[in-house]
Nanobody, 126 residues
Framework: QVQLVESGGGLVQAGGSLRLSCAAS????????MAWFRQGPGKEREFVTS????????YYADFVKGRFTISRDNAKNTVFLQMNSLQPEDTAVYYC???????????????????WGKGTLVTVSL
């Protein structure tokens, strides 16, 4: 079992930045590929970014490349999502997810993930 708790969401103006955190517990964190997904109003949950177990490899959805950065601190069992140049279309609930049985490169959809946090709301205003 893996427990995930996100934090750092909130209201920000367009062009602003936020940093999300996800604290993990319950299993050796360094053995798990991690990812962030998001679900906007009336939309399906979509892949945002993933990171390998060591943190050496990262993958991004095209719509966040150059704006978002995923990172992890295995000593603190935490994964981060730095979001810059936020736009109103980035408004969504952001979910942290864990995939103990797959690689970060293979994560494409929510079906790849085994554990989920409850999400943190990010609202971007004009």
């Amino acid at each position: 079992q893996v427990q995930l708790v996100e934090s750092g969401g909130g209201l920000v103006q367009a062009g602003g930045s936020l940093r999300l955190s996800c604290a993990a517990s319950g299993r050796t964190f360094s053995s798990i590929a991690m990812a962030w997904f998001r679900q906007g109003p009336g939309k399906e949950r979509e892949f945002v970014t993933s990171i390998s177990r060591s943190g050496a490899s990262t993958y991004y959805a095209d719509f966040v490349k150059g704006r978002f950065t995923i990172s992890r601190d295995n000593a603190k069992n935490t994964v981060f999502l730095q979001m810059n140049s936020l736009q109103p279309e980035d408004t969504a609930v952001y979910y942290c997810a864990a995939a103990p049985l797959t690689t970060a490169q293979a994560i494409k959809t929510k079906r790849s993930m085994d554990y989920w946090g409850k999400g943190t709301l990010v609202t971007v205003s004009l």
